[in-house]
């Protein structure tokens, strides 16, 4: 057992919120409520402060923070590029090193593809919707690349924006650190988001479904245009339907790892990603997660052969 390591089941309830961040304590919860999460562990909040204090770098990070002036996106954007230089350029520990290669190979072979996403311990908090603020690298291969995509994220909770918005929600950086989750990748075939209610008209009664080819990083980098659904999380009736023309999908780029875009194939691009068994399993699993975090959720899915895999679930902070 690794102090600083942890597969999904593994972290208790009352460590989850500072170990593994919001991302993270989601995924773990999913994963022991059984619900169908690829398998993956965290890289707990412990090991980034360690790695800071091995590297001497915390009084570095707190001195260059109290040099921006807030008032100039050249300031800010500079020093933040300092300090990630600064952390990326910093070695892990070997000790550190090898304990997260002894856990990437026990979720498969030394070729076997990991998405890599960073989790901030102040991420999707209820009252404060931080998505999207630090990275998300994906079709990670190798054990070099494993450990130097770990440090990308940790840089990350440094970039401009992460910093901008943790001063202007008046969070304090001395209390702010960061875990890291490492998940099988899956090779989507079709992929989404999925609200457990309806966040634009506050309809409780309302699954939202948006649905693209290939990963769902067409969707969240706003490349392609999803299909749009609305259905009656009781009945099962698709009330209102949207099937957008996808002209681009983002699939694996090469053995080696990554990602591209590619066309959409001419027969796919007005028909609509889901099948109707497909959208069930979606509306079934909506039912499911919002009946266990016993409020409304904001979900990306990913469908390989007709199988639903959840990637991750966070608050939807706009319901009323």
């Not at 550190?96 to 908090?125: C, H, K, N, W």
């Not at 990602?259 to 909506?286: G, H, S």
Request: charge should be negative; aromatic fraction near 10%; include cysteine.
């Amino acid at each position: 057992m690794s102090p600083y390591l942890a597969w999904f089941d593994e972290i208790p309830d009352e460590e989850l919120a500072h170990a593994a961040g919001g991302k993270g304590a989601s995924l773990c919860r999913m994963s022991r409520a059984g619900l169908p999460v690829p398998k993956g562990f965290i890289v707990r909040s412990e090991m980034f402060n360690a790695f800071m204090e091995a590297n001497g770098l915390w009084d570095y990070v707190f001195e260059k923070l109290d040099t921006i002036d807030f008032s100039s996106d050249a300031s800010l954007i500079s020093v933040a590029a300092e300090i990630r230089e600064r952390i990326i350029s910093s070695p892990v520990p070997q000790e550190m090193a090898e304990d997260i290669i002894r856990f990437y190979s026990q979720i498969g072979d030394s070729r076997q593809p990991v998405a890599v996403r960073s989790s901030g311990t102040a991420e999707d908090l209820d009252d404060a919707s931080f998505a999207g603020q630090q990275e998300t690298f994906l079709f990670v291969i190798g054990n070099d690349d494993v450990v130097k995509y770990i440090k990308e994220c940790w840089a990350s909770l440094y970039n401009d924006r992460a910093i901008f918005y943790r001063r202007e929600k008046h969070f304090d950086e001395r209390n702010i650190s960061i875990a890291v989750v490492v998940q099988c990748m899956v090779s989507a075939q079709k992929a989404g988001v999925m609200f457990t209610s309806n966040p634009i008209t506050n309809d409780y009664d309302t699954v939202v479904l948006e649905a693209a080819w290939g990963l769902g990083e067409a969707i969240v980098s706003g490349i392609v245009t999803p299909d749009n659904l609305w259905i009656n999380k009781h009945t099962g009736e698709v009330t209102t339907e949207y099937i957008s023309e996808k002209e681009t999908m983002v699939v694996r780029l090469n053995e080696r790892g990554g990602t591209k875009e590619i066309p959409v194939p001419e027969d796919q691009r007005e028909a609509p990603v889901l099948t109707d068994d497909e959208r069930n399993q979606l509306v079934t699993l909506a039912n499911r997660i919002e009946a266990f975090y016993k409020k409304p959720e904001d979900i990306e899915w990913a469908i390989v052969d007709g199988q639903v895999y959840l990637l991750q679930s966070r608050p939807i902070t706009t319901m009323k």
